[in-house]
């Protein structure tokens, strides 16, 4: 399905969005990609919704793309004795593995991993940052700390280690038993959070065996520090700025969120922008000006998606977010300026055959004014290739592999459709021209910039 934007949006479905009525609005009103929550949900709702998905790409021929995000680890205290505290900047307060209700001198914490890593020094964070401690003593059983920022602290309350890596893999049991049926079902790509180094995102693959793609979640400072390498394991990366905002200071974000995008561009990996970007419409029919500056925002920094999340997921307006996301991309994508902003050397091609040829069919569709250009491959490699270049028309890809007209799904410009592999050029023309003419990107008397990339040690590969 023709969009009038080559940036992409992620929806996220949950009790606002899970029916089928709602999933097709969702796609028809601009959702690119169906992000399915595994902190939330279990295996029969998922599968439904998958379901549901899937139907509305048949119905509709097209190939809309589902992401399974994991939970990850989820740290803890304990509980209280009656249910929750108040503690002062100050106050000395106590962490430790005995498991009876807390007052407010100590709480347990249930994971010793924990209290394994930490240093005297090491700051904890809890209640998404709103409650600060800086450990004073510890020990593999307990840790003594001091109040910085005080507040109420009440049951069940998530822990934050931003200062230390933790002994914790990225995918816990819980995590595993999703993987396996997110697999089972068939879903394109996988989010993978918590993690913390390159190791994290090796263990993924080893699971899932190119199954499917892996996005790292970049929710922690460590991973920041270590984003090239991660990048360059990872399939993708999504700026995960909610739990990136409470481990970092809030000022550091946006330059943290440049550095990542700025790296997967240099590295040619899909980078996805999340969380709160619009926020405000979770209660209310129209965003703020600060979330529309945030989208935009986003786009002119080369994002290939925005994501939405409980805008989507649980608000009140879920097909009124995804049109005013994409009215936003829109708007900022015909600002003469968007292209020269994106086009900086972190989009220079690489010196091999593949950009060679990708950048001879964006130079070739640029200067002969092409309505779009048109790529023959079943190489997933080959479009994100082509799309990290940003041309300045839409890049129409045909495969013959449902999995990678799928998958492209989150990759800026690109739409997909499903053709029988050819190598001889007249058939291959006949069939991109009949194409984008019935799609709409292309009228009779327009240009369009074909590539076979079907024959890939082929060196006549490119026609105007």
């Known amino acids: 399905m023709k969009r009038c934007r080559n940036g992409k949006i992620i929806a996220t479905i949950g009790p606002a969005s899970s029916s089928p009525a709602v999933i097709e609005k969702l796609y028809l009103s601009g959702v690119d990609v169906f992000r399915l929550n595994f902190s939330h949900g279990d295996h029969a709702g998922h599968e439904k919704v998958y379901n549901a998905i899937r139907s509305v790409g048949h119905k509709s021929h097209s190939f809309p793309t589902i992401l399974a995000d994991l939970q990850g680890p989820k740290l803890r205290v304990g509980t209280f004795e009656n249910d929750k ?74 822990v934050n280690v931003p200062d230390v890596m933790l002994p914790i893999p990225a995918l816990t049991e819980k995590d595993r038993k999703d993987l396996d049926f997110a697999l089972r079902l068939g879903v394109d ?6 993690v913390q180094n390159v190791e994290d995102v090796e263990e993924a693959h080893s699971i899932i065996k190119g199954r499917a793609k892996i996005m ?13 390498p991660i990048t360059r394991i990872s399939d993708g990366i999504m700026v995960a700025r909610g739990d990136l905002g409470v481990e970092m200071n809030p000022e550091e974000v946006p330059a943290a969120q440049r550095l990542i995008i700025n790296t997967c561009h240099r590295l040619g990996k899909p980078v996805v922008v999340a969380t709160q970007m619009l926020e405000s419409m979770i209660t209310s029919p129209s965003p703020t000006r600060a979330e529309v500056s945030d989208i ?14 409980a805008e989507s ?58 309505s779009c250009i048109v790529l023959f491959t079943d190489s997933f490699e080959s479009v994100v290739r082509c799309s990290r270049l940003r041309p300045t028309c839409p ?27 050819e190598f001889d050029m007249e058939k291959l023309s006949k069939v991109a021209v009949t194409t984008v003419v019935n799609r709409n990107f292309a009228k009779v008397g327009d240009r369009i910039v074909m590539v076979n990339d079907f024959e890939s040690d082929s060196v006549n590969i490119l026609q105007i």
């Open 216 to 228: 790292s979640k970049i929710e922690k400072p460590l991973a920041v520090q270590s984003i090239e």
């Open 296 to 309: 935009a925002n986003a786009v002119y920094c080369g994002a290939d998606a925005t994501m939405l999340s």
């Open 313 to 370: 997921a649980s608000g009140q307006y879920p097909l009124e977010s995804v049109e005013m996301m994409s009215k936003i991309i829109e708007a900022t994508e015909k600002d003469p300026s968007c292209v020269r902003r994106i086009e900086d050397d972190t989009q220079c091609p690489h010196q091999t055959s593949l950009d060679a040829k990708c950048k001879a069919a964006k130079d070739a569709a640029m200067f002969s004014n092409a």
């Open 395 to 421: 890049i129409v890809l045909g495969t013959s592999s449902d999995e990678v007209a799928r998958q492209s799904g989150v990759l800026y410009g690109v739409c997909s459709f499903v053709t029988k592999k």
């Open 189 to 194: 790509w996988v989010a993978l959070s918590f």
């Open 85 to 158: 505290i108040f503690l002062e900047e100050g106050d000395v307060f106590r962490f430790d593995l005995d498991k009876t209700p807390g007052d407010t001198k100590r709480v347990n914490l249930p994971h010793p991993e924990i209290l394994e890593a930490l240093k005297v020094g090491t700051s904890l964070l809890l209640d998404d940052g709103k409650l600060r401690f800086e450990v004073k003593d510890c020990s593999s059983e307990y840790a003594e700390v001091k109040v910085i920022v005080g507040g109420q602290l009440s049951n069940r309350k998530g």
